[in-house]
C-alpha cells in the first residue's frame, strides 16, 4: 500500500467512525471517547517532551481524568470554566504560539511543556463538548473548516507547491498549498451562506481566520516535533502518524471558533 493509499484509507475510515459518534452517540458516550482522544493525545505529547513512560502515562491520565470529571464536578460553575479556557486558549494562539514560532523556542523544561500541553488539550476538549452540544451540524460544520483547508493544502502543495511556507519548521508546507486551502473554503464558506442565510464575506472573514489559526497549529506541532526529533506524534494511524498529528490544526481552530459561537449566542 503507497503512503497516499495508506493516508486516504486511515481518513476514510477515521471520518467514518467520527461522523457516526458525532451523529448517534450520546451525551456521556460523547464525552467519553472525547477523554480518550484527549489522553491519547496528551500521552504523546508528554512523548515528544521525553517525559519518562511512567510519567507520560500519568500525564496522560490526569489529562483525560479532568475531561471526565469536571463538567460534574464544577456543575454551576462549568460555563464560566468553559469561557475561560476558551479565552486562554485564544490568548496563546493568538499571542504566545505565534511568538514561540518567530524565536524558534527551545525549552523542555518538564513543567512548562505539562502546562503547555493543558492549554492545547483541555480547551480543544471542552470546545468539542460544547460544539456537540449545539447540534452535529454544528460541530461537523466547523470541523469541516480543518478538514478541507488540509485536504486542499495537500493536493495544491503536491501539484503546484514550489515555494516554502516555514522551511526551517515544516519543509513540505508551501504558500501553493495555503492557497489551495484558501480557494477551497471560499466555497465552503459561500455554501454555507446559502445554506444558512448568512452573510457571505463576514463568514468568509471568520473561517480565512480559522484557516490561520489551522495552519499555526499545524506549525506549532512541527516545530516541537523537531526540535523533539521525531517526525510523528506516535505511530497509531497508518498514514498520519499519532493522534496529535490529526489534532493539531484541531486544537488551534476549535477552542477559539466555539468562542466565537459562545460570544454570538450571547450578543444575540
Sequence with gaps: MTPLVSRIFTAVVLLAVFVSAVLWAPGWLWQVLV???????????????????????????????????????????????????FLLAAAFWLIVAPLWLLGRWHTRQPALRAAVGAVLLLPTWAALIYLH????????????????????????????GRHKLAPAISPGKTWEGVAGALAALAVYAGALSLAAGMPA??????????????????????????????KDSGDLLPGHGGVLDRVDALTSTLPVAAGILLWLEHAG
Design 133 to 160: 452540544a449545539r447540534g452535529p451540524a454544528v460541530l461537523l460544520g466547523v470541523i469541516a473548516i480543518v478538514w478541507i483547508a488540509d485536504t486542499a493544502a495537500y493536493f495544491a502543495g503536491r501539484r503546484f
Design 201 to 230: 464575506l463576514s463568514l468568509f472573514v471568520i473561517i480565512a481566520g480559522l484557516l490561520y489559526l489551522s495552519v499555526l497549529g499545524d506549525l506549532f506541532e512541527s516545530w516541537i516535533k523537531r526540535v523533539s526529533g521525531m
Design 35 to 85: 477523554a480518550g482522544i484527549a489522553g491519547l493525545a496528551a500521552y504523546e505529547w508528554a512523548r515528544l517532551s521525553a517525559f519518562p513512560t511512567l510519567s507520560a502515562r500519568l500525564y496522560a491520565t490526569a489529562i483525560a481524568a479532568c475531561a471526565l470529571v469536571l463538567p460534574e464536578l464544577l456543575a454551576d460553575g462549568w460555563p464560566a470554566f468553559q469561557t475561560g479556557l
